[in-house]
C-alpha cells in the first residue's frame, strides 16, 4: 500500500522559512496533480498550492509570493518552500496526489508552528 510521508516541519519564528517535503513510499504510477493543504485548529481544512504533471502551479492567495510549491517526478516527490513565514500559516500541513490509478492520497500532516 502506498503511504506518502511528510518532513521538514518545526516551529520558526515569524519571517522564517521553512521546506516541506512529501515522498511516496511503494510505487505509484501516473501521478496527476501534487498538492499541499493545511488547517488549523478549529478551521477547515484549506487548499494551500498544487501543481499540475505539468508544473502549472496553483496558490491560494494567502501565501502567493511567499510560498512556492515544486515536484520532481522521477523520486515522486513534493516540495512546498514557504518564506516569510506568518503566525496565521501556523496549521498542520497535509500533501495529497491525485492518481489515475490509486486514486486521490493523503499523508498524515506535519505541523508547522510559527511563533516568536
Known amino acids: 500500500q502506498v503511504q506518502l510521508v511528510e518532513s521538514g516541519g518545526g516551529l520558526v519564528q515569524p519571517g522564517g522559512s521553512l521546506r516541506l517535503s512529501c515522498a511516496a513510499s511503494?510505487?505509484?504510477?501516473?501521478?496527476?496533480?501534487m498538492g499541499w493543504y493545511r488547517q488549523a485548529p478549529g478551521k477547515q481544512r484549506e487548499l494551500v498550492a498544487t501543481?499540475?504533471?505539468?508544473?502549472?502551479?496553483n496558490y491560494a492567495d494567502s501565501v502567493k509570493g511567499r510560498f512556492t510549491i515544486s515536484r520532481d517526478n522521477a523520486k515522486n516527490t513534493v516540495y512546498l518552500q514557504m518564506n516569510s513565514l506568518k503566525p496565521e500559516d501556523t496549521a498542520v500541513y497535509y500533501c495529497?496526489?491525485?492518481?489515475?490509478?490509486?486514486?486521490?492520497?493523503w499523508g498524515q500532516g506535519t505541523q508547522v508552528t510559527v511563533s516568536s
Open positions: 495529497n496526489y491525485q492518481a489515475v490509478v490509486a486514486g486521490s492520497l
Open positions: 511503494g510505487s505509484i504510477f501516473s501521478i496527476n496533480t
Open positions: 501543481i499540475s504533471v505539468r508544473s502549472r502551479t
